[in-house]
């Protein structure tokens, strides 16, 4: 069904359409609540306080970006989560979603060696923990634009900051998971080796 009928619908209590917008974001919503929080369990549970709080807040919807409104309640009940712990979060990596297996598409022939396919696995790793280590309000950001894919004004929206507040914050993250990639890459095979300027053919 188109959204915004769905949206419509659930505006006047229905409950299958609010569940169809759940099913639609939930992995959005929780992707984001995963990578602020670091946790699994609590990432699921500020998804549900999330969907429930956009579910009460339905009248206060005035249109646009729905994916962008939805993504500040969650980023709103993932900080309200951080007030109560009062400490910086930890990512446990080995629980990341998919992490034990991978139902996808039958891979090409030309699949890479167990060597390098392990090399890609550590990059992997080593790029979610750089991810870790931002301070929250820079990660948010970063997790907002390079992952989930939105505009600088839907960041905006979202995480309820000015244009250049989100413009700061994203740079200083890029720069922030760079500069923490360089401190580990000597632990990464060449090929995946940040160069510097003078380095680029």
């Known amino acids: 069904e188109n959204e915004v009928v769905l949206i419509q619908t659930a505006r006047r209590g229905g409950l299958d359409a609010f569940n169809a917008l759940v099913l639609h974001y939930q992995d959005s919503v929780y992707s984001l609540a995963y990578r602020i929080l670091g946790e699994s369990a609590p990432a699921a549970a500020a998804t549900q306080e999330a969907f429930i709080a956009a579910f009460r807040r339905l009248a206060t919807y005035r249109g646009g970006n729905f994916k962008s409104w939805l993504l500040r309640i969650a980023t ?59 301070q929250v309000e820079q990660r948010t950001i970063l997790v907002l634009s390079d992952i989930e894919g939105l505009s600088y004004q839907e960041i ?46």
């Not at 598409?105 to 167990?114: E, I, Q, R």
């Open 76 to 134: 709103n009940a993932c900080y309200d989560e951080l007030r109560r712990r009062k400490r910086r979060p930890i990512a446990a990596f080995d629980d990341l979603p998919g992490g034990e297996s991978d139902d996808g598409p039958a891979l090409p022939a030309d699949l890479p060696t167990p060597e390098q396919a392990m090399q890609q696995s550590e990059l992997n790793r080593a790029i979610e923990q750089c991810i870790a280590a931002l």
């Open 156 to 201: 905006a929206d979202s995480a309820g900051v000015n244009l250049g507040t989100v413009k700061s914050r994203l740079s200083r993250a890029r720069a922030g998971v760079r500069h923490c990639l360089q401190a580990v890459q000597e632990l990464l095979p060449s090929e995946y080796r940040l160069k510097s300027n003078d380095e680029v053919d």
